[in-house]
Each structure stands twice: as structure tokens, then as C-alpha cells.
């Protein structure tokens, strides 16, 4: 016992003098008890590192650690534990864990609450059930599954990523690749963007790593799409695809590739369709770190050309792999069929990688110049010619007037009564099956519509409200994964001992 704790103080003594205190991310006053009474401690967060040290006269006076020999430094890492103790609803103490051992030190609720704030995204909490409780499953991917929860203390929803940490230890790079996707969302996360799904906090439990972000109350544009039983109206796409084409921007700005964009991993924060954010950073990449962890990976049918094309583990691309699978994007929101279809899996990606794309076969009606011009700056197979997000943003497809803005007034002009198209409940109705039976009344334009919805593949059976759409996904949950469900749901929801 003494001897770790000597180690530790050795260590802080060894590090002290590399410690550059302005680089400190935030500092607060605690106290640690004593065997007779309580001792002030500062207590600085940096980077990849902690310090704790006593008040001297010094600090008391200059109000500066600067002199001073922390008496315990907390290495940042995968090793690090911290756990809350509460009274009631109030946080009463943090508990560092670290290489068998257990450092307390106590303050004010506030003090604390504000802490856990700033540590949330740095480092792997314990007892989540002491936060939150589980709801239901939002979702499943291809390794975790989403709960919805519950904060206890404000009744605020979160959604946990849960992650099976046996999963992840079998996988050939798992544990770096769950690094990284942590680090990607913390930094987005510290800066913020209204289109990139934010990092709430961190956890870990006896079976599950627990990713605990903001709830997309509003599901996922796949879900979406597989509800309507047409096409989204084009104002309706221009608005996905700008807000897809700003969070990929603020990612590219960062220089991080998605490396996984479909419409599984854009999620809508509310019912509205202004309230995108682009999820899922499981697979993103910095460009420069290189060589990549998993250079070939991404999803057959929205990956780009060059991922498939590399027959190196050395291999390099850009942030224009994330373009490429934008435009396949809206081309399926334009089109309703998706760009590369096979139901052999093996062939469907070897036309992924071949990449021809022939856009001449659609009729203006199916696809306007401006529709096809933005696709081609999006899906070209050479990585250099496609545009930037912020190019693609000053594209006429954004700026210019939409032709069912011109239906509309054709409408007026017949004195015909129906909503303008912007101000239709995007869901709740769909503005197309007004016309369906007086198709031949309607012009050109209408008949775009008619033919969009033929084309569309992503018909459902069904045309449930939108806001049933976690009930629906929870039930298929229910019935076909009950035993994983079970199992993350209890690791939260068990009882304190
Ligand atoms: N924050 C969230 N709010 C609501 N649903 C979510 C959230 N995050 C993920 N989901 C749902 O869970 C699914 C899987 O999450 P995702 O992060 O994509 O996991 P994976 O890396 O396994 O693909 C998503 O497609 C979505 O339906
Ligand atoms: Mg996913």
C-alpha cells in the first residue's frame, strides 16, 4: 500500500517538471478527509493527465500550484476509473481507481457536478446505474446496440452506445478502434455542431463500455425513408443534403473521415427534418494518422471506389471518401433505388468499385441538370475531381428555385387549395397521395412525382405515424434480441448494493 502510493508520488515528482500548468483544461478547490479533520487540495485536468496536490501557503497567497510537487498524478488512460459517491441526490465525493488502489478527495455537489462535466469525456466512469436508467433499444448496428435512458437526477433521455468489451477485445484492433471513435466525439463534441450527434459522457460497466450521448428523438433517415411511401420532396432533400454537407464540413475541417456515411448514421433530433446529425463515428479516421486502422472498411454500396480499390494496409485517401458516399445518398433520396444494387454481396461491390455510373439514362423529369451536375461532382470515381462540402454547399442545387415551388403556383393559379409544399407535415401526410387520383390533371412537374414514386423502392407495408417509429423498432428489439437486450438493460438497472 505504501509502497504504490510512494510510486505514484515518485512519478508526479519525475513528471512535475514537464507540466506546463497554462495548458490546464480546468482546476477546482476539493478536500480530502484526514485521519483528524480535511486538507484542501487543488486539483488540475489536463490533457491526458490529472494533478492533485495540497494548499500550501504558497497557493494560499499566489494562488498558483506552479512551485509545488503534486502528491498524486492520474495518467489519463484506458486504466482510469472514477466513481461517484452520492447522499440522496446530491454527488458527495470522487473516487480515482486506479492499479488496485482508491484516491477520494470531497466538495460541494456543484463543485463535483461541474467536474464530472468536464472529466465526462476524458475518462471511463463506473456504476452507471447510479445516473441513468434503461429504457428500451433505440437501435442496433453492426457492433453495439443503442438503449435509450434516463437521467435520474434531471430526467433528462440520453442514448447509451453500448459496446461489448469481449467483442471489442476479440476484434483485431477493437480496442483502438473504440479509442478513436471516443476521441472523434470528444472533439467534435468540445466544439459543437448543430448537425454532429455530441458525446454526453463515458462509462464502463462489468460487460459493456458505455457511450452515452444525446437522444435523436427523431430516428434515422433510413427509418425515415422506409416509412413514406414516396419520395422526399426536392426542398425536402436540399434541406437533408445541406445539413449533411455542413457536419461533413466541420468533420473534413478537423481533418477526420467519416469513413461510414449512410442513412442508418444520420439521425434526426426531433420530428422535424431541420435537426440532422450525422452519427456512428465507429469507423472514423484522422487523414494523417496514418497507417489507418481498418483501411478497407465502410458499408457495400455507399463505400467509395478508392476504399475498395487499395490492396494495401499502407494505402492512403482523403476526406473525399465521405463525399463519394454523400452522393450516394442523394442520389437514393433523388432516385429511390440505390446506386449499386446486387444481391450477392461479392458483386455489388465489385460494381461499387468499378464505379460506372451512367446518369444519361434518367429522363430530366427523374433527374433535372442541376440534380445530375451536383451527382457527378459528388460520385466521381477519381477522389480528386469530387468537390468539397464547402464547394458542394455553393452549388445551383442549393440555390436554385425548386420546380415544385412551380407546381404549387400552377395549383394557385387553378384556384386548387392545398398546402404550399415547405409548409406540408413532412410525414404525417404525404403530399403526394393528394394528387394520385388526378394525375392527369397535373403538368409535367406532378408527373416528376408520379414517377418518383414508381421508382421508389423504399416502400414500407405500413404507413405508421412517425412518432411510432421507436415503439416499431423496439418491438421488432423484443422479439429477435430479448437476451442482449436483457443483459445491458440489467447491467444498468441493477440495484446498488
Ligand atoms: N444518439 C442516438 N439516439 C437515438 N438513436 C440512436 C442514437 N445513436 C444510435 N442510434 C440508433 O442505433 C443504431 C446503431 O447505432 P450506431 O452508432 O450506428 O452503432 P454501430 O456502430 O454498431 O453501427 C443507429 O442506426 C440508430 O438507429
Ligand atoms: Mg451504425
Redesign the pocket.
Known amino acids: 500500500m505504501r509502497q504504490k502510493s510512494q510510486t505514484v508520488h515518485e512519478d508526479a515528482e519525475r513528471k512535475l517538471k514537464t507540466v506546463d500548468y497554462d495548458l490546464c483544461k480546468y482546476r477546482c478547490l476539493l478536500t480530502k478527509k484526514k485521519f483528524i479533520g480535511r486538507g484542501l487540495r487543488y486539483l488540475y485536468l489536463f490533457k491526458n493527465l490529472i494533478c492533485i496536490g495540497k494548499v500550501s501557503l504558497y497557493f494560499e497567497i499566489f494562488k498558483s500550484p506552479y512551485v509545488q510537487i503534486p502528491e498524486r498524478q492520474f495518467r489519463i488512460n484506458s486504466e482510469l476509473r472514477i466513481k461517484w459517491t452520492y447522499s440522496k441526490t446530491k454527488l458527495n465525493s470522487i473516487i480515482f481507481q486506479v492499479s488496485g488502489q482508491q484516491y477520494e478527495y470531497h466538495g460541494t455537489n456543484e463543485q463535483l457536478r461541474e467536474l464530472k462535466q468536464k472529466f465526462a469525456l476524458y475518462v471511463f466512469q463506473v456504476q452507471i446505474q447510479d445516473e441513468y436508467s434503461a429504457e428500451s433499444v433505440?437501435?442496433?448496428?453492426?457492433?453495439?446496440?443503442?438503449l435509450?435512458l434516463t437521467n435520474l437526477f434531471t430526467k433528462k433521455q440520453?442514448?447509451a452506445?453500448c459496446i461489448d468489451q469481449q467483442r471489442i477485445n476479440e476484434k483485431k484492433n477493437g480496442q483502438k478502434q473504440l479509442q478513436q471513435e471516443i476521441e472523434t466525439m470528444r472533439i467534435l463534441s468540445e466544439q459543437k455542431h448543430d448537425n454532429i450527434?455530441l458525446l454526453h459522457e463515458l462509462y464502463i460497466g462489468n460487460q459493456n463500455y458505455y457511450l452515452v450521448?444525446?437522444?435523436?428523438?427523431g430516428?434515422?433517415l433510413?427509418?425515415l425513408m422506409k416509412k413514406r411511401q414516396t419520395l422526399f420532396s426536392r426542398s425536402d432533400i436540399k434541406l437533408i443534403m445541406k445539413q449533411l454537407l455542413e457536419g461533413l464540413m466541420f468533420i473534413h475541417h478537423h481533418n477526420i473521415m467519416h469513413r461510414?456515411l449512410k442513412p442508418?448514421?444520420i439521425?434526426f433530433m426531433n420530428k422535424d427534418l431541420e435537426s440532422l446529425v450525422i452519427?456512428?463515428f465507429?469507423l472514423a479516421q484522422s487523414v494523417d494518422s496514418h497507417p489507418y486502422t481498418y483501411p478497407k472498411c465502410g458499408t457495400p454500396g455507399f463505400v467509395a471506389p478508392e476504399i475498395l480499390e487499395q490492396d494495401s494496409d499502407l494505402a492512403r485517401y482523403t476526406v473525399s471518401c465521405d463525399i463519394f458516399s454523400a452522393g450516394v445518398i442523394l442520389y437514393v433520396l433523388l432516385i429511390g433505388e440505390p446506386l449499386f444494387e446486387k444481391k450477392d454481396r461479392k458483386e455489388q461491390l465489385e460494381l461499387n468499385r468499378k464505379c460506372e455510373i451512367n446518369l444519361s439514362k434518367f429522363s430530366s423529369d427523374q433527374l433535372d441538370d442541376l440534380e445530375k451536375d451536383i451527382l457527378m461532382k459528388m460520385l466521381s470515381k477519381n477522389p480528386d475531381f469530387r468537390w468539397s462540402a464547402d464547394n458542394l454547399l455553393k452549388h445551383k442545387f442549393f440555390v436554385s428555385q425548386d420546380s415544385i415551388e412551380q407546381e404549387v403556383d400552377f395549383y394557385k393559379l387553378n384556384n386548387i387549395s392545398i398546402l404550399k409544399k415547405q409548409q406540408m407535415p413532412t410525414f404525417s401526410k404525404n403530399p403526394f397521395m393528394q394528387f394520385g387520383k388526378n394525375i392527369s390533371l397535373v403538368r409535367d412537374h406532378a408527373l416528376t412525382l408520379s414517377l418518383r414514386q414508381r421508382n421508389c423502392t423504399l416502400v414500407m407495408q405500413t404507413n405508421l405515424r412517425f412518432d411510432k417509429s421507436s415503439q416499431e423498432?423496439l418491438i421488432t428489439e423484443q422479439v429477435y434480441g430479448m437476451g442482449s437486450f436483457n443483459q445491458q438493460k440489467d447491467e444498468i438497472n441493477q440495484t446498488n448494493p
Open positions: 433505440l437501435g442496433r448496428g453492426s457492433y453495439a446496440t443503442v435509450e440520453y442514448a452506445k450527434l450521448m444525446e437522444m435523436a428523438k430516428g434515422s433510413l427509418s461510414d442508418e448514421n439521425l452519427a456512428d465507429g423498432q
